[in-house]
């Protein structure tokens, strides 16, 4: 959803991608609705694996809340800031909806300060 709504609002500035410490197989189906909900379309998206080059390569890095100390080499965690979001999977639409709310006033706030 971070990558959708900051592909949305990033105007073309900023090189945006996302990737995970344990991707699943595929972009959540209620993930997909409530950002449709929003008019984006994040279907097209896959998940990805993050890896320590895609992490090299970034400005910042953005973490959910899912625990990146563990998986990422600690030169590099400097990078990162913790967003603290509950994981969606397997809930309701409701919960969704809020964390998609929540992560689309992050991302405009990030955005403001980054352009």
Known sequence: MAEGFA???RKGLVEVFSAGTE???K???KAIEVMLEKGIVISG???KLLTAEMVEKAGICISMGC???ESC???LLEKFVDWGLEDPWGQGLGKYRDI???IEK???ELLEELL
């Open 106 to 108: 992050l991302v405009r």
């Open 23 to 25: 991707p699943g197989d």
């Open 7 to 9: 592909r949305h609002y």
């Open 27 to 29: 972009v959540a189906p």
């Open 73 to 75: 080499p600690a030169p």
């Open 45 to 47: 998206q896959h998940p």
């Open 100 to 102: 998609r709310d929540e």
């Open 67 to 69: 625990g990146v100390e």
